[in-house]
């Protein structure tokens, strides 16, 4: 079945510590988007790409770095710098176009929890 | 700047209606949504509507477009239990790019 697998649903770190959260979709999609939910603050963008080799800071990229090798692939590391990392993160795709209605698909998440 | 508001919690009781309100600020949105995200789970499209049409009903759930204030509504027609969950209202703010400001979203409480 097509979809977006995040992996690891839950991740605990130590403080200082880099950590790597995994994103696959087998959907063909262009567009890959990672988002940060915090509890009462909705969804905020974090890093977003559309093509492969080529990605865009969000809105609270800070502390955070992507990369974009393969179509499939959308990685996203939580550097020692993000000053508040324990968060629910969460991976989407989307088409850009042909029959285009902006429309992302989730995967599961992973919640991140720094010690 | 951008934002979606939203209130964040709706308690009703099974059977009845319920209506969660969102309002956006940019104008030019071509296109605004409603996702559903149940517990410990990612976000699920339940509905979506452009924004030159001021209605769109889909089985128990009706839309509602406001564009002169901005405001958009979902309806749940029947209200089960299986309802209960976050959902979010975003806007696509346009562009060469597929962005999506989300709101806060709003917590559903089903009581039976």
């Known amino acids: 079945d097509g979809g977006i697998t995040q992996s690891p649903k839950y991740l605990f770190r130590k403080e200082g510590q880099n950590v790597t959260l995994s994103c696959e979709q087998n959907?063909?999609?262009?567009?890959m988007y990672w988002y940060r939910q915090d509890p009462g603050q909705g969804l905020r963008l974090i890093y977003y790409?559309?093509?492969?080799?080529?990605?865009q800071k969000g809105d609270i990229a800070e502390g955070y770095s992507v990369s974009r090798e393969k179509k499939e692939s959308f990685p996203l590391t939580v550097t020692s710098a993000q000053k508040n990392p324990t968060a629910f993160y969460l991976c989407?795709?989307?088409?850009?176009?042909?029959?285009?209605?902006?429309?992302?698909?989730f995967g599961e998440g992973s919640r991140l929890t720094v010690l | 700047g951008e934002d979606v508001e939203q209130s964040l919690f709706l308690s009703v009781r099974e059977g009845d209606s319920s209506v969660i309100n969102c309002t956006y600020t940019?104008?030019?949105?071509?296109?605004l949504y409603w996702y559903k995200q149940e517990p410990g789970a990612g976000l699920q499209l339940l509905t979506y509507?452009?924004?030159?049409?001021d209605m769109k009903q889909d089985q128990r759930l009706t839309v509602l477009l406001n564009k002169k204030d901005k405001h958009l509504s979902l309806r749940i027609a029947d209200t089960q239990t299986g309802d209960s969950a976050i959902y979010f209202c975003?806007?696509?703010?346009?562009?060469?790019?597929?962005?999506?400001?989300f709101g806060t979203g709003t917590l559903l409480a089903v009581q039976p």
């Open positions: 509507i452009f924004s030159n049409m």
């Open positions: 940019d104008s030019s949105s071509t296109y």
């Open positions: 959907l063909n999609h262009d567009a």
């Open positions: 975003a806007e696509s703010i346009g562009g060469a790019t597929n962005k999506l400001i």
């Open positions: 790409s559309q093509i492969v080799n080529d990605f």
């Open positions: 989407a795709s989307s088409i850009t176009s042909g029959g285009y209605t902006g429309e992302l698909f």
